[in-house]
Each structure stands twice: as structure tokens, then as C-alpha cells.
């Protein structure tokens, strides 16, 4: 069955890996927000423990978690080491999650549009 027809162009021969989710209520949510100049809240149903995000643009993926803390970041895409920031970058909630840092190009810059994976622990 096709799921979807993906319309690359100049690709040539390469190989491309597609991985499809869907929402699993109370358990996982995936979606999309808009960075804003202040904190922006996603609603998720459900209080988030891990949550992946990447611009839509060129940045990182990053990963956040409530065991470590909203005030490190690791990076799907990278072998860098964990970041430790200054304070919480990302909020977690009983039903949402909050990106609390502004104008950051990786998680909420002003005008830019993000992709996001959140998954509660179980």
C-alpha cells in the first residue's frame, strides 16, 4: 500500500527512509507550532516526558527530557555532547509542554515553524 508519494528531485539513486507516526492518546502526540517572541505552549493531552524538536529549517534535532530537565539538550542528528544550559529551555506539564527560551532558531525563533515528537514514559 502506498502511503504517501514523496516528489524528490535531483536525488538520483539515493535511498530514503520515511518514519511514520501517528498520535496515541494519553501516550503520544506529534505536530507542529509557530516560534513566537515569547513562550510558546503546546497542548499535548498529557504530561510529556520526552519530546523531540527540529525547525523546519536547517537546525538540530533536539531532545529533552523530564528525567534530565528542561535545561539540557541532547542531539538526534549529532554526536555532540549534552548541553547544559543556563536555565529551563522546556517546561513540561500534566498536559502540555512550554518552550520558555525566545529566539532560539532550534526550538522557538520568531516567524520560524517547528516539528515536534512528545511521548510520555508510560
Known sequence: ATVFNPAFTGTGNMEVIA???????????FGTYAGSGSAV????????????IK???VENWNIIDSVRGGDKRLYADTDGA???ESSDYVT??????????TGNASLNN???????AAFKIN
Do not use: L, R
Open 19 to 29: 518514519y511514520c507516526f501517528h498520535d496515541v492518546t494519553g501516550y503520544s502526540k
Open 41 to 52: 505552549t503546546v497542548t499535548t493531552g498529557f504530561q510529556p516526558d520526552y519530546v523531540m
Open 55 to 57: 525547525s523546519t529549517g
Open 82 to 84: 549534552e548541553t547544559d
Open 92 to 101: 513540561f506539564a500534566s498536559t502540555s509542554f512550554t518552550i520558555t527560551v
Open 110 to 116: 520568531n516567524g520560524d515553524d517547528f516539528i515536534y
